[in-house]
């Protein structure tokens, strides 16, 4: 609770008009009709009414005082953050030569009569690179477990020869069987082609809509041997048993040696009955492999680019404001900034964005710039002690003209569209035949308001240039950057060590913000974006002491996922419970709104099975719970029952994976 407040002045309306009738006798004693049908009564009301307007005005004199101070401490209003995601360009047919989506590429939304389009563009360039197969390997997986696998290269200049054929797996595919394609060049964020020529009908006993296999790409090593899953676009082999072409969607891939090959490897892994369909009775054949490049995927963010914008020309006095165009900017990347050409030159001389002038000195080309509003402002000359003038910051010449460089304005909440949504290109590319966005945008937030500033100005004089304490730590990374949803500073005890956190440093772990954070969160999703690490540390690194060596990542994650039986009531529809159920799971065991307070699972807090049973009794409509299994699940897809307890370090939050509810 606050300091309770008094008005300045707390008079009311109705005060005002008794007010001003006590006074009529003393002033004007021949004026005896004060009932409210007498014209003068009429007219002490009326001015009742504009006193008690003006008096409105100064109750608010306080709450401008507060905010003046707030701009005192140098609180500037936050900018609004970009929505991002991965947008895919597919080719309307491979091409020979390499195709270049450039940066700022612009794609948008579909315009409706009610809806605006939402634009995006490019964050990087992504080149589009025609494949370079350089080696084939198949692996076979030992018959007993001691064994090692056995690998064969495969010649590819055999590839299309008639007679010549090789089995994709073993001659009785087992699981970890694998084919592998080497390729000399990065095809990182690929659309990959692979057009299979294979034998009809060889691959016996499977199911050619569920083929058990997955398909994977190296990433490297990164303390753990990694392949991610890549996502399988089409694939009109029937699993490799008959000709036909599998589409593929590559992540990341780093280089690796493999048999003597090195090159960047790309595989179809045989898998378990558990993950897809039966498995093979016999190995498919395989005559010819031809690769081709069918598109890319580059990250994209919520924003309309503008270049060279010119915002006047200098009169050469200190202090000058300019505007720009569009509101409101987000926040500049490298490159943009304000350019300024001096009288009778033809270069562009770039200047230097600072949040303020006072470090600057009279030769320092430095600007401000407000994000909100769109002003652009140079340094000051003020008046000293002893009658001299002192600049803050480099003046532009008289008659210079000034620009920037580059800006995007836009972010916001509107920019977390749905998948598939994005479809529309605006910036036309040869050989580009469409666009689209296979996930959510994500991340959008819009431009803080004066009432969630005036929320947040204790916080900034709590920890008012020196960070001490945890909780120092954790207050100044959620200043740091609007997309930090929570931050947990993790001080390294000998207890804390015992639990998997190394001493000597400090641990400041953050969960962005999602969108939907109530439902399912997909591990992407939760995943720490490099600026945001970048701008909370560099952030950080202005207030920690000189002693403190800081480390600022993700919390480590522990996925678990409940499997349960339940009974429904007589006069309850089991579908219902069964959403209801998984709906709160979803929200309890949730480390944005989950855990008792739904203010997110506790750092550290162990699972028990009983928070899962005391969690659904706000569920409505079931009799009792028959079965309830807890599985751990762990990023490789491995699944581990858990029986009691479920330890979670002191930097480990509690997440959900795929639930199974099914109501009987």
């Known amino acids: 609770m606050g300091l309770p407040t008094k008005n300045l002045d707390d008079r009311t309306f109705q005060d005002i008009v008794d007010e001003a009738k006590k006074r009529i006798a003393a002033s004007c004693p021949e004026w005896t009709d004060h009932n409210v049908s007498d014209p003068g009564i009429t007219l002490v009301e009326l001015f009742a009414w504009m006193t008690e307007m003006i008096l409105y005005r100064l109750n608010q004199v306080p709450e401008k005082n507060y905010i003046k101070f707030m701009e005192l401490l140098g609180l500037k209003l936050r900018a609004p953050e970009s929505a991002r995601t991965e947008a895919t360009f597919y080719l309307s047919s491979p091409q020979p030569q390499r195709i270049v989506i450039p940066k700022h590429t612009e794609l948008a939304t579909v315009r409706t009569e009610t809806r605006p389009s939402v634009v995006f563009s490019t964050d990087r360039d992504r080149e589009i690179q025609p494949p370079l197969l350089a080696a084939l390997l198949t692996r076979e997986m030992p018959g007993q477990a001691k064994g090692k696998p056995v690998y064969r290269e495969h010649n590819l200049q055999h590839l299309g020869v008639t007679g010549y054929e090789f089995s994709a797996f073993g001659v009785r595919p087992r699981v970890g069987d694998a084919l592998y394609f080497g390729f000399e060049n990065d095809l990182s964020h690929h659309v990959l082609g692979l057009e299979l020529t294979c034998l009809t009908a060889i691959g016996m006993g499977i199911d050619p809509g569920n083929p058990p296999w997955q398909w994977e790409g190296w990433l490297g090593e990164e303390g753990e041997r990694r392949w991610l899953p890549a996502v399988v676009e089409k694939d009109s082999t029937g699993g490799m048993n008959q000709s036909g072409m599998v589409l593929l969607r590559l992540s990341q891939l780093a280089q690796r040696e493999l048999q003597k090959r090195r090159a960047f490897w790309v595989r179809c892994r045989v898998v378990g009955t558990d993950v897809a369909g039966p498995n093979y009775e016999a190995s498919p054949k395989i005559r010819n492999v031809v690769a081709n490049s069918w598109g890319g995927s580059v990250p994209a963010t919520h924003a309309s680019v503008i270049r060279e914008e010119v915002l006047g020309r200098s009169d050469g006095s200190p202090g000058q404001v300019f505007f720009v165009e569009h509101t409101p900017l987000l926040r500049r990347a490298e490159g943009e900034t304000v350019e300024v050409q001096a009288p009778g030159s033809e270069e562009w001389e770039a200047w230097h964005e600072v949040p303020d002038f006072a470090d600057s000195g009279p030769f320092d080309r430095h600007f401000t710039c407000d994000s909100a509003t769109g002003e652009v402002r140079f340094g000051p000359a003020l008046r000293q002690r002893d009658g001299s003038v002192q600049a803050y910051g480099a003046i532009p010449a008289r008659g210079a003209r000034i620009r920037f460089s580059t800006y995007r304005y836009g972010g916001g909440v509107a920019g977390n569209v749905q998948a598939q949504t994005l479809t529309v290109p605006k910036t036309s590319i040869p050989y580009i035949d469409r666009v689209t966005n296979h996930a959510d945008a994500v991340g959008g937030i819009d431009p803080e308001t004066i009432e969630m500033a005036q929320m947040r100005a204790p916080q900034l004089l709590r920890t008012r240039s020196r960070a001490v304490t945890a909780e120092d730590y954790e207050a100044l990374a959620r200043l740091a950057d609007s997309r930090v949803q929570r931050a947990r500073c993790v001080q390294p005890t000998s207890s804390a060590a015992g639990k998997g956190l190394a001493g000597g440093q400090v641990y400041v772990l953050l969960v962005p913000k999602v969108n939907r954070p109530a439902r399912y969160i997909a591990p992407e999703q939760l995943r720490l974006d490099e600026d945001m690490r970048q701008i909370v540390g560099r952030y950080l690194d202005d207030y920690r002491l000189l002693t403190v060596r800081l ?11 409940v499997e349960m039986a339940l009974v429904s009531g007589h006069n309850a529809d089991p579908e219902r419970v069964r959403r209801d159920v998984e709906r709160q799971l979803y929200r309890f065991l949730n480390p944005i ?21 005391s969690c659904l009794q706000a569920v409505r409509g079931f009799e009792f719970i028959e079965t309830l299994h807890l599985f751990q699940v762990r990023s490789s897809g491995e699944r581990t029952e858990v029986s009691g307890r479920l330890d979670v370090p002191a930097h480990g939050l509690i997440a959900s994976a795929e639930h199974r509810v099914e109501v009987r």
């Open 551 to 561: 480390d600022i990542r993700e919390p480590a994650y522990i996925w678990v996922a």
């Open 593 to 613: 709104v989950g855990g008792q307070d739904g203010k997110g699972w506790p750092f550290g807090r162990d699972l028990y099975p009983s928070d899962v049973y």
